[in-house]
């Protein structure tokens, strides 16, 4: 009820914006699955600090965490359709819509962290962030996610043979579903919100994901065997409705983008820190980490990117991608 209020009155304030009310305080309101505190929610939170003190307090931010405002999949449509104005997700669930968002996707692609960043930050970077906009949203920044690996309730997994038969719940993407099944698993799209109960009744057996989400979720507690096979390096996106970001003069629109390049240093480091005390706390609560001979995992790839790497454009995505050293 509370949020539905809320939303109510932001879209009282929506309205005077789309008016061009030129004094107008306008509050954009930003979704998010992750509790208060979370890297990507902080520096959202820093995004709209930025943006308040550089318009003089005319536009401000208003982050839902928590899944308030539902799931990723959901939330995607509010903010494509205007419902919400920012949102930030990870690229997964734009699989579906925006081709060129599975490049980042796929496993194995990246060799590193700083490979992913060189990429992102350069011209395949840009290539996405305007693929996005056929989605009607404006990418303002990608952030860090570090790598998803896969966890489970039965065992702990050291090769791709012991994943054989095991149940995981993978994000909504294609590209993940392929890739699980690559493996001899069995995977199950479902919502980020569904993965703990999920886990603990035994529809699954386990998820991916990295240390922070695999910790801020609990999902530690009822799958304790995290194998560090480091299968997809996937940004997160923040995206804003492009029909909002349009009606902005060109002057906010440069203190938008340049709050968000800002927000993206800070969550970087925020990044850093929380995936260390995110291992750190899983461990001290008992899970078991082991790293899998990876190779097999790369090799077991192959199907996926036959799959879905088909057409001229993304298989020039990935050799431009390999060759970026
Ligand atoms: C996390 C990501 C979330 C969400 C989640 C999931 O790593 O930060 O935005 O996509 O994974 O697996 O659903």
Do not use: C
Request: proline content about 4%; charged content about 25%.
């Amino acid at each position: 009820m509370k949020i539905l209020v809320k939303l109510a009155a932001g879209l009282v304030v929506a309205a005077a914006f789309m008016g061009n009310a030129a004094n107008a305080q306008t509050v954009l309101r930003s979704s998010d699955t992750h509790p208060d505190g979370y890297p990507t929610v902080e520096a959202v939170e820093y995004f709209g600090e930025l943006v308040k003190e550089r318009t003089a307090g005319r536009y401000s931010v208003e982050v839902y965490h928590s899944a308030q405002l539902g799931e990723e999949k959901d939330t995607i449509e509010q903010v494509r359709s205007g419902v919400i104005e920012l949102n930030r997700v990870s690229m997964a669930p734009f699989n579906g819509t925006v081709k060129e968002s599975i490049v980042p996707a796929l496993p194995y692609l990246f060799r590193s962290e700083e490979h992913m960043h060189k990429v992102m930050d350069g011209a395949i970077g840009d290539q996405i962030k305007t693929a996005f906009e056929s989605a009607g949203v404006v990418v303002l920044a990608f952030y860090d996610a570090g790598a998803r690996s896969f966890y489970n309730k039965q065992k702990p997994i050291s090769s791709v043979a012991d994943m054989k038969g095991l149940k995981f719940r993978v994000i909504q993407s294609d590209i993940f579903v392929d890739m699980v099944a690559a493996l001899g698993a069995n995977a199950t799209p479902m919502p980020y919100g569904e993965v703990y109960s999920g886990i603990e009744t035994g529809v699954i057996d386990g998820a991916e994901n990295n240390f922070p989400s695999y910790d801020t979720a609990k999902h530690f507690e009822v799958a304790k065997n995290y194998s560090l096979d480091e299968h997809t390096i996937l940004p997160e996106v923040f995206v804003m409705n492009k029909a909002v970001f349009d009606k902005l003069t060109p002057e906010v629109q440069e203190i938008f983008k340049q709050a968000a390049k800002d927000s993206v240093a800070k969550q970087r480091e925020l990044w850093a820190a929380k995936v260390k005390e995110s291992r750190a706390k899983v461990e001290a609560a008992g899970a078991q980490i082991t790293t899998p001979e990876k190779q097999g995992f790369i090799d077991a790839m192959k199907p996926v990117y036959e799959k879905h790497v088909t057409d001229a454009v993304l298989k020039k995505m990935v050799e431009d991608v390999r060759a970026v050293q």
